[in-house]
């Protein structure tokens, strides 16, 4: 069978031969219309999707930044708090020796037993002075050593223990407070008088050896005030009490001992500490012209400060009659 097919406004004309009849067949033509976005839109979209992600990046820093200082801070206080309670525990511990200030031996003349010392640190000299925030006042951070002469039993035998401590500043430990705990037999009668003027001098010389405990760093104030039993200041020499202004220190002999001790511990906080150890500088000592130092000295905004006054309960009223 022949046919012939032909299209006509968009029909299929189907042509038939004999008797049988032509077949049409409609197809429809479509007019689907493709568009897209223009350059311009493209741009509009990705500029305000990059408002939107610096925004959020702006609060993520933010919010980061606020963390961090958290942590800090929390990590400082935690730290502090707990270099405060053991100091705080090893002074209520002190106890007189109820020797001299001076014996003799033989015809040799011996130092007594200190009960309980405070004086300046050589190393820190100049101090560091620090201007306070929104203030045309400034702070002094005094360094101080301490020693403390306690009593007890060690494995049934009686035993005096000397504890000190001290701040060392050093190239790789700026600014780092340090321990020194040690005893000897009471049955040796010149025990008490060497665990100060021979184990805790040691100790104050080099602090950072690796023979004692390292507690914290960044201290850069540690000062210590003794009270007598009317809660008045320490300041003149009494019976069994002596001071020296150059360098200051306080010295407490046989049954004397203060009534009351006030610690205080500035510490600086680690970001600032890291920030100051990275800038050169001629340790152990600091002149005032040091770079680390006048960095130092523009951040009294970033030192926590702890203080706290102790009871002591082996103290002696009649010393201060």
């Known amino acids: 069978m022949n046919t012939k097919q032909t299209v006509t406004s968009g029909k299929w004309h189907v042509a038939g031969t004999g008797s049988k009849p032509a077949h049409h067949v409609t197809c429809h033509v479509s007019r689907v219309t493709r ?7 493209v741009m509009v979209v990705m500029a305000l999707l990059s408002l939107i992600v610096i925004a959020l990046m702006t609060v993520f820093n933010s919010t980061q930044a606020a963390f961090r200082a958290s942590v800090t801070q929390t990590d400082v ?16 511990a002190i106890s007189p020796s109820l020797g001299f200030s001076n014996v003799v031996i033989n015809g040799n003349s011996y130092n007594g037993p200190v009960n309980f010392y405070a004086g300046t640190n050589n190393y820190f000299n100049p101090p560091l002075i620090q201007a306070l925030v929104a203030s045309s006042d400034s702070r002094t951070n005094v360094q101080q050593d301490i020693f403390i002469l306690s009593r007890g039993n060690l494995n049934g035998v009686p035993t005096w223990t000397g504890t000190g401590y001290a701040v060392c500043l050093s190239p790789s430990n700026t600014y780092s407070l340090y321990r020194f705990a040690t005893n000897r037999p009471v049955a040796q009668y010149l025990s008490a008088s060497n665990l100060f003027y021979g184990d805790f001098q040691n100790f104050r010389v080099t602090p950072n050896n690796g ?30 009490i002596r001071t020296n202004a150059a360098p200051p220190s306080i010295v407490f002999y046989s049954n004397a001992l203060p009534a009351s001790v006030e610690i205080e511990l500035a510490t600086i906080e680690d970001r600032t500490l890291q920030r100051a150890e990275s800038r050169p500088g001629d340790l152990p000592a600091l002149p005032p012209g040091d770079s680390r130092t006048k960095y130092l000295q523009d951040q009294g905004g970033k030192v926590h400060v702890f203080r706290q006054r102790v009871a002591i309960p082996n103290v002696d009223p009649s010393v201060y009659k």
């Open 35 to 41: 568009s897209a976005f223009t350059l311009i839109e």
């Open 77 to 92: 206080l935690e730290s502090g708090r707990a270099a405060m309670e053991l100091i705080t525990d090893d002074l209520r």
């Open 211 to 240: 023979s004692y405990s390292h507690l914290l760093d960044g201290v850069v104030g540690f000062r210590v005030q003794t009270f007598d039993a009317n809660g008045g200041l320490i300041l003149t020499n009494r019976t069994n």
